[in-house]
């Protein structure tokens, strides 16, 4: 019964600047749930330095995408 549906990673808003962002790639800081973006900045601010990592990098969702999401939710809830 269980229907193999596609495993699409979650995409959440970020409370911080109200841009959506995969879940898996959400990361807290200082209490704060943000997104990469948000991450980015803060944690630059925070150290004083430049953030050289590109782990942050890699795409990001659109508001399309998250509002298909949350269009798709009231369709598959038998
Ligand atoms: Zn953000």
């Given at each position: 019964m269980a229907k193999h549906t596609e495993q699409k990673e979650k995409i959440v808003i970020c409370k911080e600047c109200q841009k959506p962002e995969y879940w898996g790639t959400m990361r807290w800081l200082e209490g704060r749930c943000l997104c990469r973006r948000c991450y980015r900045a803060r944690w630059e601010r925070l150290n004083?330095?430049?953030?050289?990592?590109?782990?942050?990098d890699g795409p990001r969702p659109t508001m399309e995408e998250y509002q298909e999401q949350e269009a798709g939710k009231c369709v598959n809830t038998n």
């Open positions: 004083q330095r430049e953030y050289k990592w590109d782990d942050l």
